[in-house]
């Protein structure tokens, strides 16, 4: 993981909760969901809201967005390729902290 990516997933891990519901799918969908706004928002992509969910992930990864660009000052400046390497590793390093490295068993209990 770079050093950018390793900042931004510290400020994530401090400071949100929405990678960190009760089930395996749940954290997996969320932090898809969010991430994957957070790279469009900051490479000016455009984003598709079309269900209730897509527009909570929208609205977390605005609110993200915003933190990020208070922050971590090199967002700002940052070209497209930097920024979405920045976010892959990130979130490559929140799957495997919040779900692959999980001690929690239940996480993965199929009868929730």
Known sequence: MTDKAKEIFDYIQQRCLWQTHSREWDRRNNIEGVMDRVKALLTNEEIINNTLLEKAYYADAKVLVSQLKEHIAWIKEAKNE???SALDGAKDELFRVFIDKCLNG???WNFY
């Open 106 to 108: 239940e996480i993965r």
């Open 82 to 84: 930097e920024i979405t």
